[in-house]
């Protein structure tokens, strides 16, 4: 097991922030066990992967980035236009509205199956109104920016010359190094009785202490970095990543032998929610839990944890960050010891 405690320092001074993408963390390739067989079904089966070295947003897109970008470029959000009838087959006409889902803590409740009972899909909720029209983002400009479905996240991405990390990619980053630990920061999710990360404290949907200090998101770098210098890759909000969703990792005799190198799940009629027949929307892989992640529900703040979000859909509990990757390795490095980038060459 890896060892448990805080990220040590010499860890930390070796981090290395390249110029040419700013506020952005260099990671180096490599290899490492990709998901876990002690948890959820669909982390199994846990196995080798190999990734080349990329940049990584030290922490998630903020509101005050997002709201840079839709000034640049005027985009609209999917949570700011209004369903298509075609795409939603059976939808209710007065629910075709622009909306988003919030969490919506209930009165009382009675069993954790139904996940409609503390989702609420909100008229008017998008990334400037995270708790539905009547909100603002007053005070919440350096909290991770929510209300973002793919495409949006996407868009950003583009904009801002990058893209989305695939799930191998946000795995790795988010291990900080420690791989074969169960969090972020170890194997000892308290350590010293110190929250280090954004989660539910108490009983979920009912009850959140609040020991952390949050009820719902918290401003970036509220809590220590992993050991890569990476900020709140665990809690505060789920993070999208460009891999369609499977039910599991690939098994070794899919894989073909080996260890596979930068691996996408790139099948997306396999993503389509099998509850919902009638609709054809693909769905990719979310990692990182949120502050909805509690120890009796979703104990999903963890590296290896996933889950599956249709492209569609914009939450209160979901944002995402952006990776820059070298289109080939370098002939000679760059600043630091970071390989040169060029704009051009970002996929």
Known sequence: MAEIGFPAEPRQQEVRIADEGEGMVWIAGGTFVMGSDHHYPEEAPAHPVTVDGFLIDRAPVTNRQFSAFVEATGHVTVAERAPEPEDYPGALPHMLQPGSLVFSPPIALVGLENAYRWWSYEFGADWRHPLGGFSSLDGLLDHPVVHVAYEDACAYARWAGGSLPT?????????????????????????????????????????????????????????????????????????????????????????????????????????????????????????????????????????AARHAESEDTSTSHVGFRCVRRPAAPPAAPGVAGVPAFHAGAIP
């Not at 899919?254 to 609709?279: T, V």
């Open 167 to 303: 799930e191998a990619e946000w795995e790795f980053a988010a291990r900080g190094g420690l791989d074969g630990a169960e969090y972020a920061w170890g194997d000892e999710f308290l350590p010293g009785g110190r929250h280090m990360a954004n989660t539910w404290q108490g009983r979920f949907p009912l009850e959140n202490l609040c020991e952390d200090g949050y009820l719902r998101t918290s401003p970036v770098g509220a809590f220590p970095p992993n050991g890569h210098g990476l900020l709140d890759m665990i809690g505060n909000v789920w993070e999208w990543t460009s891999d369609y969703w499977s039910e599991r990792h690939p098994a070794a005799a899919q894989r073909g032998g080996g260890i596979p190198r930068n691996p996408r799940n790139g099948d997306a009629g396999a993503s389509y929610d099998p509850g919902q027949p009638a609709i054809r929307i693909a769905r990719r892989v979310l990692k990182g839990g949120s502050h909805l992640c509690a120890p009796n529900y979703c104990r999903r703040y963890r590296p």
